[in-house]
């Protein structure tokens, strides 16, 4: 498995109790597949990619990434997985507004050192492979919704990670826009071999995808197998 938790508690202070949001969670995914997470507002998916994402560790319970538990890591050694391992996608794009979407990408990896030359074919290459050959050199205001949103899935492939974690990414998309963010995503799992997690409310898309999750209340359970 690609990212693993195992038995995740989470809780947060509520009044003079502590609120649940995530009960014993057990939850894999594998390279090469993407997993849908639903569920109502306030039912735990932003504090299951938290903790998948390394941003928040769970009270007990383990997360593996490739094998490896990084639960008991540092902040800086979780920092390192997840530049090396990890890529998120947001809700909105998150997009800079005067960059073009070629220093969009570039812009990630200098943060992290990378070499300008080489880092700025590779960027190309990204966004040629998502369809944006016409659109490397336009800055977002010349970039439709989901043209933002796929910018935003090549920034976050800019590190090669072996876990994608995506955060609703349609919400802001009509419906035929959102069924080619998802049908991109189903796509780059198997292609670059990538766990991808998608929290979504867009239950119309959920054909594309190889598994779905339900959360209610901070517990986390299999809603159906599609494939
Ligand atoms: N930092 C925090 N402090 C206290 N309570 C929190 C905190 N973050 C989240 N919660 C609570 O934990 C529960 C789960 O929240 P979470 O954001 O994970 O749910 P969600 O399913 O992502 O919701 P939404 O779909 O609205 O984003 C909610 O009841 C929320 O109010």
Known sequence: MSITLTDALLTYPDGDTRLCALDHVNFAVDRSKLVAVTGPSGSGKSS?????????TPESGTVHIGG??????????????????????????????????????????HLGG???????????????????????????HQLSGGQRQRVAI?????????????????????????????????NLSRERDVAVV???????????VDDVYEMHSGRLTRAQVTA
């Open 154 to 186: 090549a920034r976050s492939l800019m590190n090669d990670p072996s876990v994608l974690l995506v955060d609703e990414p349609t919400s802001a998309l009509d419906e035929d826009r959102s069924r080619e963010i998802v049908a991109l995503l189903a």
């Open 198 to 208: 998608m929290v979504t409310h867009d239950l119309g898309q959920l054909d594309l």
């Open 114 to 140: 990378g070499r300008v030359r080489s880092v700025r074919s590779r960027a190309r290459d990204l966004l040629a492979s998502l369809g944006l050959e016409k659109e490397l050199d336009r800055r977002p």
């Open 48 to 56: 299951l990619l938290a903790v998948a994402g390394l941003l928040i």
């Open 68 to 109: 490896v538990d990084v639960t008991g890591l540092s902040r800086s050694e979780r920092t390192t997985v997840r530049r090396e391992q990890l890529g998120f996608v947001f809700q909105q794009s998150n997009l800079l507004a005067s960059l073009t979407a070629t220093e969009q990408l570039q812009l990630i990896t």
